[in-house]
T-cell receptor
Framework: KQEVTQIPAALSVPEGENLVLNCSFT??????LQWFRQDPGKGLTSLLL?????REQTSGRLNASLDKSSGRSTLYIAASQPGDSATYLC??????????FGKGTKLTVNP | EADIYQTPRYLVIGTGKKITLECSQT?????MYWYQQDPGMELHLIHY???????EKGDLSSESTVSRIRTEHFPLTLESARPSHTSQYLC???????????FGQGTRLTVV
């Protein structure tokens, strides 16, 4: 059974700092990995999708990498802003077609 | 912008009432999902559907039921609400293949 772990559980940084969020998974037989953002009391917003054949994806200040063989993905946020404060979730999708989520990293960017 | 909608956004209801949470998507996606999330906690899959007339139970046992009569519509029903059902319910959809999953804004349910 796939297990997804996100470290750290919470992170507080000053505005402008570059940061890395980590996601690890136990079963490397995934089709893709997706990063989401969740604001308090809201639904999930898709940030980046990395297919199993890809190594990384970029969108604006966000860059996600995937190392399937080692069961790891990272989300890099450049020049963080207070508006980036949210919980970031990663989820894997395998043959069962179900998304398996980590518990998330709660990010606070201080002005 | 994802075209997946959940109604109501917030619902406070008394114990024993029957409720239906609505989820609709206009993207023509074949797969739809319901997740349950308690405040500050992880998402748990409670139901999913691979297409019309297909429904399956998820990893977390739930007293709710779902139906998929139309591609775009995946309602969740609780026949008799209890305080233990208080939670946020999130609906998602995606198309078969390597595609993104999109989520609705969620329904926050409180049973008093």
């Amino acid at each position: 059974k796939q297990e997804v772990t996100q470290i750290p559980a919470a992170l507080s940084v000053p505005e402008g700092e570059n940061l890395v969020l980590n996601c690890s998974f136990t079963d490397s037989a995934i089709y893709n990995l997706q990063w989401f953002r969740q604001d308090p009391g809201k639904g999930l917003t898709s940030l980046l999708l990395i297919q199993s054949s890809q190594r990384e994806q970029t969108s604006g200040r966000l860059n996600a990498s995937l190392d399937k063989s080692s069961g790891r993905s990272t989300l890099y946020i450049a020049a963080s802003q207070p508006g980036d404060s949210a919980t970031y979730l990663c989820a894997t999708q395998g043959g069962s077609e179900k998304l398996v989520f980590g518990k998330g990293t709660k990010l606070t960017v201080n002005p | 912008e994802a075209d997946i909608y959940q109604t109501p956004r917030y619902l406070v209801i008394g114990t024993g009432k029957k409720i239906t949470l609505e989820c609709s998507q206009t993207m023509g996606h074949d797969k739809m999902y319901w997740y349950q999330q308690d405040p500050g906690m992880e998402l748990h899959l409670i139901h999913y559907s691979y297409g019309v007339n297909s429904t399956e139970k998820g990893d977390l046992s739930s007293e709710s039921t779902v139906s998929r009569i139309r591609t775009e519509h995946f309602p969740l029903t609780l026949e008799s609400a209890r305080p233990s059902h208080t939670s946020q319910y999130l609906c998602a959809s995606r198309q078969t293949g390597v595609t993104e999953a999109f989520f609705g804004q969620g329904t926050r349910l409180t049973v008093v």
